[in-house]
C-alpha cells in the first residue's frame, strides 16, 4: 500500500504474499496482506471517498520451496489449502483475487483483468504501454476505485505512480472529508 498525496495505490498480485526473515538467509512465508490493521485503514480511505488506484499484475501463482512451506504458519496454510506433493521441491502458492475488497469491485477488477488478458494476446507487446489502465469512472457515490494492469516490463517507481495517480484521479486527488477537514481548519 503506497500513498500518494492522499490517493491510495495497492499491488495485487504475488508480492501481497508476506514473508519473515529467520535469519541466517532463510525467509518463511508468514501471511497475506492485507492484514486486519490495512483492511480497516482501506475501508476508511474507501468510507470517506478517497482515491484508490488497484494495480493488477496478472499472474498470481508464487513459488515457494518445500522446505519454506513447511514453516509457515498453520492459519496461513490453511487458508491457502496448498499441500507440498511428496517429492515436490516447489509449491505453487496462488494468492487470492482481490478478497480484500467488497464483491461489487472485485467482480470490476476481474472484469478488467479478463479484458487486458485478451488484449495483451491479440496485440504484440511492443505496440502497448506499460500500463494498462481501466476507463471506467465509479457511480456517484461509489468509492473512486480504479484499477490498472501492469505489464511484466513496467517498472513503477514511487514518481511513475505519483503521475499515473494524477492522470487518472485528476489534480485535486485529495479526499473529500480531508478537504473538509482542512477548510474547517482555516
Known amino acids: 500500500m503506497t500513498r500518494c498525496g492522499n490517493a491510495v495505490v495497492v499491488r495485487e498480485g504475488p508480492q501481497r504474499l508476506l514473508w519473515h526473515h529467520r535469519g541466517g538467509g532463510t ?5 497475506l496482506w492485507p492484514e486486519r490493521r490495512h483492511r480497516e485503514q482501506l475501508s476508511a480511505h474507501l468510507a470517506c471517498g478517497c482515491p484508490l488506484l488497484v494495480v493488477l499484475d496478472g499472474a498470481a501463482a508464487v513459488p515457494v520451496l518445500r522446505e519454506e512451506w ?3 504458519p498453520e492459519p496461513l496454510r490453511a487458508a491457502l489449502g496448498v499441500a507440498a506433493e511428496p517429492g515436490a521441491e516447489v509449491v505453487e502458492l496462488t494468492v487470492p483475487f482481490l478478497d480484500w ?31 494498462l489502465l481501466d ?43 480531508a478537504a473538509e477537514r482542512a477548510g474547517a481548519r482555516r
Open 27 to 31: 525467509w518463511i512465508p508468514c501471511g
Open 135 to 177: 476507463h471506467g469512472e465509479p457511480a456517484p457515490g461509489q468509492p473512486r476505485i480504479r484499477f490498472a494492469r501492469r505489464r511484466p516490463s513496467a517498472v513503477l517507481t514511487p514518481g511513475h505512480l505519483a503521475a499515473v495517480v494524477q492522470q487518472t484521479f485528476g489534480r485535486a486527488t485529495a479526499c473529500p472529508a
Open 70 to 72: 513447511q514453516h509457515a
Open 101 to 131: 475488497l467488497p464483491a461489487e469491485h472485485r467482480r470490476r477488477g476481474a472484469d478488467f483483468l479478463s479484458r487486458t488478458d485478451a488484449l495483451l494476446a491479440r496485440r504484440p507487446a511492443a505496440l502497448l504501454p506499460p500500463l
